[in-house]
């Protein structure tokens, strides 16, 4: 709305010509006058007839116009207008456009006949018709001329006034104001317009006190002036207070029908909805349960019945362009106020919906609406839209938008989701850049500044999404020691403590963050997440269907029940591989293990069905192996066990038993013990042999973090032709890079092993030791939100010694592809060719693997 006075002079202004001021002519006929000044040409008498009879209502506004118009363009055959009648006519046009409210029309005529050549009466319509259109340079041009001509006038400085508001320079209008102030008036109009102009230079100075007093003491000076309960009303809304606004003017329209407009009615309806949901966004983070999104539903049934009002006005309201525009501009304010809504209410699916249909019907947004539409993507995991959107959303922004903002902090979640780490790095730099630690405008020295805080836990963030989790811990670990209450640095902490491996630590520092934080939401997912991660599916699953019947509309929330579900529900994992090449084994093989696994059932149980199948091609015949098993696990806290029953289609030991336990000493300690009635691991041509062979096997981890561990390994195989082997493995694996593109990593492993010296079918060697060296690269090469895909590279090298045939080198490279596909899949398959020395001959092997791993629904 434009500042609200306006001179009444101005509507009239056409009346104080010498012409209009004139009787009508007699002998014209008052019903033809304007259809006789049409089929001729002009003289000054046609003039004087239109105008009378537009005053006295014989003629349109736009009858009158267009007639002088017609006059101005002196078409073939009219005799062309003289200076004098040039002035007159353009100034006549100029005025009456502005009084009819056609401004554009009015600014266009003024493009054609300058203000140097118009009356001194069109100067002020002109200047009204040019700030209604917000050409500030030719109102300033009109104003100008004006004040010159006419030093002594209030009008022209009232104008004035105004255009220095239009165009900043509230210091300068200010001091108008008090000029004209210093003059008493008695007038009852004179003294509404400078409580206008007073009202208009408090709220460019940001008074909205002195402006709401002026506009209050105008309109009891006035109350037939309805347009000044309006600016009341509008500055009570743009005051914080747009809902008291809208009830006020509700009330006002009831009781004298007409006092508002349809269109400032649903304007004033549309802002008090907005602040409506700003207060339901925070009512919603303060509260629990249903009641948490009451306010949130409220208002989009609002917003639902404010559009149906503006569209059914809409249809209802003048044609001109300039009311159509203003209904188009505020249906787009309420679409794009529903569409922050439904992001708000958790209904992002809805609000992709309608952010696509206006983006379909060429709807330029605002940049908050664009802001929520790139949250919504970004919620359903289509980062690579919402980036765009955030980036528009922040240009159309400028220098508007705060420094730092939250559409910032999206896009440097969104750039990293879609792979963009220099991106996101570079405006993270921005950010710090620009959030400095305290506060530099403030009435004590030395205050913190709120933002440099979540700019800092934004940093360390940052490192832990990007794989650098040893730099994210020393990040939080200042950040918790400076600020030991900040609830998100507790939660930062915790979550790089899960991201390290180390499971008792992190439910530790959730279990304090939740004495201290209890209802914070996103402490309690990451809390639900960590009892999954140490094997607490109980307690996980009681907290979190407490969060989700707490808030089931918080994206954490929701994403937090998809992993788990994945976790806890039934899936089916598959190993499979085959080689060639290797002569002392088998000169072809392949095997392919599988297992499908039932949903936790009471918290702890899984029942399971265990398949094995395998063919090998030996030189001294061909074996295939087929076994099943079925199987009952039990995972609660530490602990770990497992049992099976087999039955497989040949050996000695075809039906059998399997079991494993595992438990977890701690952060660092890992122990395992385990048997099989039918191994796995027996040779090919000792299947061939109708040999069979019991296997045993223990290990003990020490895990650091999850960038280093040791290992150390026995195994046992007890064959049924009184062979029997030990083997001891010791292992150290080390990340050294570790990055968002790029990980670097290196494996120690040394193994040796001891069978009988008796005479068998199978490579039996009495005793073996191998040393071996292996580096393993991988790259990221895409990434979409959850949705990954590696290669990795690994080379290992190392020396083997067999007794009684010396050493000799070992060595393997292996090529893979890896998709991580979300909680839904993930699938491993590559290459691999290695050389390995049997009975002092070197023998090579040629490979291919494949992994999955996926839940089922």
Same mark, same amino acid.
């Not at 009456?96 to 409210?101: E, P, R, S, T, V």
């Not at 083997?727 to 080390?734: A, K, Q, T, V």
């Given at each position: 709305?434009?500042w609200g006075?306006a001179?009444?002079?101005?509507?009239?202004?056409?009346?104080?010509?010498?012409?209009?001021?004139?009787?009508s002519?007699?002998?014209?006929?008052?019903?033809?006058?304007?259809?006789?000044a049409?089929?001729a040409?002009?003289d000054?008498?046609?003039h004087?007839?239109?105008?009378?009879?537009?005053?006295?209502?014989?003629?349109t506004?736009a009858?009158?116009?267009?007639?002088l118009?017609d006059?101005?363009?002196?078409?073939?055959?009219?005799h062309?207008?003289?200076?004098?009648?040039?002035?007159?006519?353009?100034?006549?046009?100029i005025a009456?456009?502005?009084?009819?409210?056609q401004f554009?029309?009015?600014?266009?005529?003024?493009?054609?006949f300058?203000?140097?050549?118009l009356?001194?009466?069109a100067?002020?319509?002109?200047?009204?018709?040019?700030?209604?259109?917000?050409?500030?340079?030719?109102?300033?041009?009109?104003?100008?001329?004006?004040?010159?001509?006419?030093?002594a006038a209030?009008?022209?400085?009232?104008?004035?006034a105004?255009?220095?508001?239009?165009?900043?320079?509230?210091?300068?209008a200010?001091?108008?104001?008090?000029?004209?102030?210093?003059?008493?008036?008695?007038q009852?109009?004179?003294r509404?317009?400078l409580?206008?102009?007073?009202?208009?230079?408090?709220?460019?100075?940001q008074?909205?006190?002195q402006?709401?007093?002026?506009?209050?003491?105008?309109?009891?000076?006035r109350?037939?002036?309805?347009?000044?309960?309006?600016?009341?009303?509008?500055?009570l809304?743009?005051?914080?207070?747009?809902?008291s606004a809208? @009830?006020?003017?509700?009330?006002?329209?009831?009781?004298?029908?007409?006092s508002f407009?349809? !269109?400032a009615?649903s304007?004033?309806?549309?802002?008090?909805?907005?602040?409506?949901?700003?207060w339901?966004?925070?009512?919603?983070?303060?509260r629990?349960?249903?009641?948490?999104?009451?306010a949130?539903?409220r208002?989009?049934?609002?917003?639902?019945?404010?559009l149906a009002?503006?569209?059914?006005?809409?249809?209802?309201?003048p044609?001109?362009?300039?009311?159509?525009?203003?209904?188009?501009? !505020?249906?787009?304010?309420?679409?794009?106020?529903?569409?922050?809504?439904?992001?708000?209410r958790?209904?992002?699916?809805?609000?992709v919906?309608?952010?696509?249909?206006m983006?379909?019907?060429? @709807?330029?947004?605002p940049?908050h609406a664009?802001?929520?539409?790139a949250?919504?993507?970004a919620?359903?995991?289509?980062?690579?839209e919402?980036?765009?959107?955030?980036?528009?959303?922040?240009?159309?922004?400028?220098?508007?938008?705060?420094?730092?903002?939250?559409?910032y902090?999206g896009?440097?979640?969104?750039?990293?989701?879609?792979?963009?780490?220099?991106?996101?790095?570079?405006?993270l730099?921005?950010?710090?850049?620009?959030?400095?630690?305290?506060l530099?405008? @403030?009435?004590?020295?030395?205050?913190?500044?709120e933002?440099?805080?979540?700019?800092s836990?934004l940093?360390?963030?940052?490192?832990?999404?990007?794989?650098?989790?040893?730099?994210a811990?020393?990040?939080f670990?200042?950040?918790t020691?400076?600020?030991?209450?900040n609830?998100?640095y507790?939660t930062?902490?915790?979550?790089?403590?899960?991201?390290?491996?180390h499971?008792?630590?992190?439910?530790?520092?959730?279990?304090?963050?939740?004495?201290?934080?209890?209802?914070?939401?996103?402490?309690? @997912?990451?809390h639900?997440e960590?009892l999954?991660?140490?094997?607490?599916f109980g307690?996980?699953?009681?907290?979190a269907?407490?969060?989700?019947?707490?808030?089931?509309?918080?994206?954490?929330?929701r994403?937090?029940?998809?992993r788990?579900?994945?976790?806890?529900?039934?899936?089916?994992?598959v190993?499979?591989?085959?080689?060639?090449?290797?002569?002392?084994?088998?000169?072809?093989?392949?095997r392919?293990?599988?297992?499908?696994?039932?949903?936790?059932?009471?918290?702890?149980?899984?029942?399971?069905?265990?398949?094995?199948?395998?063919?090998?091609n030996t030189?001294?015949?061909?074996?295939?192996?087929?076994?099943?098993?079925?199987?009952?696990?039990?995972?609660?806290?530490?602990?770990?066990?497992?049992?099976?029953?087999q039955?497989a289609?040949a050996?000695?030991y075809?039906?059998s038993?399997?079991a494993?336990v595992?438990?977890?000493?701690?952060?660092?300690?890992?122990?395992?013990?385990?048997?099989?009635?039918?191994?796995?691991e027996l040779?090919?041509k000792?299947?061939?042999?109708?040999?069979?062979?019991?296997?045993?096997?223990?290990?003990?981890?020490?895990?650091?973090?999850?960038?280093?561990?040791?290992?150390l390994?026995?195994?046992?195989l007890?064959?049924?032709?009184?062979?029997?082997?030990?083997?001891?493995?010791?292992?150290?694996?080390?990340?050294?890079?570790?990055?968002?593109?790029?990980?670097?990593?290196t494996?120690?492993?040394a193994?040796?092993?001891?069978?009988?010296?008796?005479?068998?079918?199978?490579?039996?060697?009495s005793?073996?030791?191998?040393v071996?060296?292996?580096?393993?690269a991988?790259?990221?090469n895409?990434?979409?939100d959850?949705?990954?895909?590696?290669?990795?590279?690994?080379?290992?090298?190392?020396?083997?010694r067999?007794?009684?045939?010396?050493?000799?080198?070992?060595?393997?490279?292996?090529?893979e592809?890896?998709w991580?596909?979300?909680?839904?899949?993930?699938?491993?398959?590559?290459?691999?060719?290695?050389?390995?020395?049997?009975?002092?001959?070197?023998?090579?092997q040629?490979?291919?693997?494949?992994? !999955?791993?996926?839940?089922?629904?």
């Open positions: 709305m434009a006075w001179p009444i002079v101005c509507v009239l202004a056409f009346g104080t010509s010498t012409a209009l001021a004139q009787p002519v007699p002998g014209v006929d008052a019903v033809d006058a304007a259809s006789q049409a089929a040409g002009y000054a008498q046609r004087d007839a239109l105008i009378a009879a537009r005053r006295e209502g014989r003629v506004p009858q009158a116009l267009q007639q118009k006059w101005l363009a002196a078409p073939a055959g009219a062309p207008l003289d200076e004098r009648a040039r002035r007159r006519v353009a100034s006549d046009a009456m456009a502005a009084a009819d409210g554009a029309e009015a600014v266009a005529l003024a493009r054609r300058p203000p140097a050549g009356n001194d009466y100067l002020g319509p002109l200047a009204l018709a040019a700030r209604r259109t917000h050409d500030l340079g030719l109102q300033g041009e009109a104003v100008k001329l004006w004040r010159a001509r006419q030093p209030r009008e022209p400085r009232f104008h004035e105004y255009w220095r508001l239009d165009s900043g320079d509230v210091a300068s200010k001091a108008l104001y008090g000029a004209l102030a210093s003059t008493p008036v008695q009852t109009d004179d509404v317009a409580l206008e102009l007073r009202a208009a230079v408090a709220r460019a100075g008074d909205t006190l402006a709401l007093a002026a506009y209050t003491e105008a309109g009891a000076l109350p037939d002036r309805r347009d000044l309960r309006r600016e009341a009303d509008f500055l809304s743009s005051a914080g207070a747009a809902s809208f @009830t006020d003017a509700e009330a006002a329209e009831r009781a004298n029908p007409g407009s349809p !269109l009615l304007t004033l309806q549309q802002e008090a909805l907005a602040q409506q949901l700003r339901a966004v925070q009512e919603r983070d303060q629990l349960g249903a009641q948490r999104v009451v949130l539903d208002v989009l049934d609002g917003q639902q019945a404010a009002r503006a569209d059914a006005a809409a249809l209802k309201a044609s001109s362009d300039a009311d159509a525009g203003a209904w188009r501009a !505020l249906r787009v304010r309420l679409l794009s106020d529903r569409l922050l809504a439904l992001v708000e958790g209904r992002p699916a809805d609000a919906a309608l952010y696509e249909a983006h379909a019907a060429g @709807t330029e947004l940049p664009l802001g929520a539409a949250r919504a993507f919620q359903q995991r289509r980062s690579a919402a980036v765009p959107l955030y980036e528009a959303a922040i240009a159309k922004g400028g220098a508007d938008l705060p420094m730092p903002d939250p559409l902090f896009l440097v979640y969104a750039y990293q989701d879609i792979g963009r780490f220099e991106d996101a790095e570079a405006l730099q921005r950010l710090e850049s620009s959030t400095p630690a305290l530099r405008l @403030t009435p004590e020295a030395g205050r913190p500044n933002q440099y805080s979540d700019v836990g940093r360390g963030l940052t490192q832990l999404y990007t794989d650098r989790p040893a730099l811990q020393r990040t670990a200042v950040l020691r400076e600020a030991p209450l609830a998100g507790a930062g902490a915790a979550l790089t403590e899960r991201l390290r491996e499971p008792e630590a992190a439910l530790a520092r959730y279990e304090a963050q939740a004495a201290d934080e209890p209802y914070d939401i996103g402490a309690r @997912t990451g639900v960590a999954l991660d140490a094997g607490e307690e996980a699953r009681r907290r269907e407490a969060l989700d019947a707490d808030a089931p509309d918080a994206v954490a929330v994403d937090m029940q998809r788990r579900r994945a976790l806890v529900g039934a899936r089916l994992d190993d499979a591989e085959a080689s060639s090449g290797g002569a002392a084994i088998a000169g072809r093989e392949w392919v293990d599988s297992r499908l696994s039932s949903g936790l059932i009471d918290d702890q149980w899984r029942v399971f069905y265990d398949q094995s199948l395998g063919r090998g030189d001294i015949g061909n074996a295939g192996w087929a076994r099943g098993g079925l199987g009952l696990g039990w995972q609660r806290g530490r602990w770990l066990a497992e049992g099976a029953l039955h289609n050996g000695p075809r039906n038993v399997a494993r595992d438990y977890r000493a701690g952060d660092a300690w890992r122990l395992s013990a385990s048997y099989d009635g039918d191994s796995k040779p090919w000792a299947r061939v042999a109708g040999i069979g062979a019991h296997e045993a096997g223990a290990s003990v981890g020490y895990v650091v973090n999850e960038s280093r561990r040791f290992d390994k026995w195994q046992r007890d064959f049924s032709d009184g062979n029997l082997r030990n083997g001891l493995g010791l292992g150290w694996r080390e990340r050294w890079v570790s990055g968002p593109r790029f990980q670097l990593e494996q120690l492993a193994d040796t092993g001891r069978g009988r010296a008796i005479d068998v079918p199978y490579f039996n060697p005793s073996d030791t191998s071996q060296l292996g580096v393993r991988q790259w990221l895409w990434k979409r959850d949705r990954q895909f590696f290669q990795a590279v690994e080379l290992s090298g190392g020396s083997y067999q007794a009684g045939f010396g050493s000799g080198p070992l060595w393997s490279l292996r090529y592809h890896r991580n596909l979300g909680p839904k899949l993930t699938l491993r398959y590559g290459l691999s060719i290695s050389s390995h020395p049997y009975d002092g001959v070197s023998e090579r040629r490979g291919v693997f494949l992994n !999955l791993s996926t839940p089922l629904p």
